[in-house]
């Protein structure tokens, strides 16, 4: 079968019916079986196959979802003993850690613990009182400003004896300044904590 392209510029398309396709040339009516065949193509693509590849890639994705799903609770599952383990050690190291807080009573007996701790190591309070509280989601920071004069080594002497403390006492911000008569000034922010009841 041969097909003479010269021959396209001699149609009339005007001379086209299409009553008459029978009549049609060659060239013409594999152009128009061309065009045909391709928006055919593209309708069924379009109208049947395209929305089923969307759907399969959408059910892949959604394996693929699930797999991950799956093992992570799989992990969980299988390891539920040992969290179950971790729970109750984490429990009982709290209880330990709530008691070690000062009760309302006691919050009182921590200034004086303090004032303690530090004329036993040496130390001349210039001053040691509460700021105000600062309320957190679980707890209620109390921090306390001290104040107080003497040498680098009776300073060390103090925050090692603040740490024996029965209560949990942190120290923040501190600074050493040169006092006149050749000491030391040591200023620090002494912070315990107050456990939040759940209501």
């Not at 394996?63 to 992990?75: G, H």
């Not at 403390?165 to 923040?172: A, D, E, K, T, Y």
Request: no cysteine; proline share 4%; charged share 25%.
């Amino acid at each position: 079968m041969n097909i003479d392209l010269k021959a396209l510029n001699e149609i009339d398309l005007n001379e086209l019916e299409l009553d008459n396709l029978g009549a049609w040339p060659l060239v013409v009516k594999v152009i128009v079986g061309i065009v045909v065949a391709a928006v055919v193509s593209l309708l069924t693509y379009n109208l049947f196959v395209a929305d089923e590849i969307s759907g399969y890639e959408n059910a892949l994705n959604k394996e693929i979802q699930l797999r991950n799903t799956f093992k992570a609770k799989y992990a969980i599952t299988a390891n539920l003993e040992i969290y179950k383990q971790q729970m109750i050690e984490m429990e009982d190291k709290f209880s330990k850690l709530l008691k070690r807080l000062p009760t309302s009573s006691e919050i009182p007996g921590t200034l004086d613990d303090l004032s303690y701790v530090g004329t036993t190591s040496g130390l001349i309070f210039n001053k040691i009182g509460w700021l105000p509280e600062i309320e957190n989601e679980f707890y209620t920071e109390l921090p306390i400003k001290i104040e107080v004069v003497g040498q680098y080594h009776e300073f060390g002497e103090f925050v090692s004896k603040v740490a024996l403390l029965p209560r949990i006492v942190s120290l923040h911000d501190f600074s050493i300044k040169p006092e006149g008569t050749g000491r030391l000034m040591f200023s620090v922010i002494a912070k315990t904590y107050r456990y939040k009841e759940v209501q």
